[in-house]
């Protein structure tokens, strides 16, 4: 098993964003600060450093660092800054726009451009009811919690 461990880390890096399920259902999203052989340091979106050990992780999914170098790509970052988002919908209503294009923006950073299926709710371990948006993104289905969007726009 150990021998296994540091073969597992060789796709991540430090820098690189990533997402942490634990065994008690939690889920921990952040940007790599230090791998070592029991776990990882990762900075969360408040700026805190955590530290998870393997033997809680249950799954992760990482994703490689934004390129900001660019200058071309800093400029349009800049204009889009600029250019006021008028086709933004409200996050409490999308139950209205099932079936519908949109671009989730979640909080972590990533972009997710798809479609609408369904909202379910689950309950939580500590009994809080959470809204589910199930939707389709490049012929996958994913399951997005409500609480880990930052803003939802509408695709025309």
Do not use: C
């Not at 998870?52 to 992780?57: D, P």
């Amino acid at each position: 098993m150990l021998a296994i461990i540091p073969i597992v880390n060789l796709g991540q890096k430090v820098g690189d964003s990533i997402s942490f399920k634990t065994i008690y259902n939690s889920v921990y999203y952040g940007t790599i600060e230090k791998i070592d052989s029991d776990g990882y340091f990762f900075k969360n979106k408040k700026e805190r450093v955590l530290y998870l050990k393997n033997s809680e992780i249950n799954s992760f999914q990482a994703f490689p660092p934004h390129r900001l170098n660019n200058s071309s790509e800093k400029k349009t970052r800049l204009k889009n800054l600029e250019k006021p988002e008028t086709n933004l919908l409200d996050i409490n209503q999308l139950g209205s726009y099932v079936g519908k294009e949109v671009i989730i923006f979640l909080k972590d950073g990533r972009e997710l451009k798809g479609k609408i299926i369904k909202i379910s709710y689950k309950v939580d371990v500590f009994g809080n009811q959470l809204e589910v948006i199930k939707f389709l993104y490049s012929k996958n289905k994913m399951n997005i919690l409500k609480s880990e969007i930052k803003k939802v726009q509408h695709v025309k």
